[in-house]
């Protein structure tokens, strides 16, 4: 969603609640014992419930069946999910063009730290897919490189597509070719 869609959203918000505000008053005209003020007063508390939920949403969320049973590990890709977070908050609080492109920077910079730690692990437990899982943290980091550049040059493609395609990018990976060396952490 764009800074124009996101501010356009909130106007409309604003105008249902005093949409809102106004048929109570004019409901209450009706008599206090009159249902609909009453149902109104009920639509505009949940309102902000429903706001909340639409938000949270947006945020991903660490679950148990991420792990991979190596906490070092797990640990990073707690941290790597959390920096999205922090990214989806900047962006949902339109913070500044230099907090965002900070925030940007620190996840690729621990991505690759993370990346070089976890074939390192893999390595000592002689994974034997190692080879390929290696190749595929490479085209990672290519792909994220190439995206976010091409965010940076055209600002048609929004921060939401970036922040889109990175949950996508990090949760499939650790959801599934991460999952894949779990059984050799343990030997
Ligand atoms: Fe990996």
Same mark, same amino acid.
């Given at each position: 969603?764009?800074?124009?869609?996101?501010? #356009? *959203?909130? !106007?409309?918000?604003s %105008?249902?609640?005093?949409?809102?505000?106004?048929? /109570?008053?004019?409901?209450?005209?009706?008599?206090?014992?009159?249902?609909?003020?009453?149902?109104?007063?009920?639509?505009?508390?949940?309102?902000?419930?429903?706001h909340?939920?639409?938000?949270?949403?947006?945020?991903?969320?660490?679950k148990?069946?991420?792990?991979?049973?190596?906490?070092?590990?797990?640990?990073?890709?707690?941290?790597?999910?959390?920096? #999205? *977070?922090? !990214?989806?908050?900047? %962006?949902?609080?339109?913070?500044?063009?230099?907090? /965002?492109?900070?925030?940007?920077?620190?996840?690729?910079?621990?991505?690759?730290y993370?990346?070089?730690?976890?074939?390192?692990?893999?390595?000592?437990?002689?994974?034997?897919?190692?080879?390929?899982?290696?190749?595929?943290h490479?085209?990672?980091?290519?792909?994220?490189?190439q995206?976010?550049?091409?965010?940076?040059?055209?600002?048609?493609?929004?921060?939401? *597509?970036? !922040?889109?395609?990175?949950?996508?990018?990090?949760?499939?990976?650790?959801?599934?070719?991460?999952?894949?060396?779990?059984?050799?952490?343990?030997?």
């Amino acid at each position: 969603m764009s800074t124009t869609s996101r501010n #356009i *959203n909130m !106007l409309i918000l604003s %105008v249902l609640i005093l949409g809102l505000l106004v048929m /109570i008053v004019l409901g209450f005209m009706l008599g206090f014992s009159h249902p609909l003020p009453w149902l109104l007063i009920g639509v505009l508390i949940i309102i902000p419930f429903i706001h909340d939920k639409i938000v949270a949403k947006r945020f991903v969320e660490w679950k148990e069946s991420y792990s991979v049973e190596n906490k070092d590990i797990d640990d990073d890709h707690k941290k790597l999910l959390g920096m #999205i *977070n922090q !990214l989806q908050t900047a %962006v949902h609080y339109q913070t500044d063009e230099g907090t /965002i492109e900070q925030t940007l920077n620190d996840l690729i910079d621990y991505t690759k730290y993370h990346f070089s730690r976890e074939e390192k692990i893999m390595q000592d437990h002689d994974y034997p897919d190692f080879e390929e899982h290696k190749q595929e943290h490479a085209k990672m980091v290519a792909q994220v490189t190439q995206f976010i550049d091409e965010y940076r040059i055209d600002k048609t493609r929004t921060i939401d *597509n970036v !922040l889109q395609f990175l949950k996508s990018w990090l949760i499939n990976h650790i959801n599934g070719s991460d999952q894949k060396y779990r059984p050799y952490l343990k030997k």
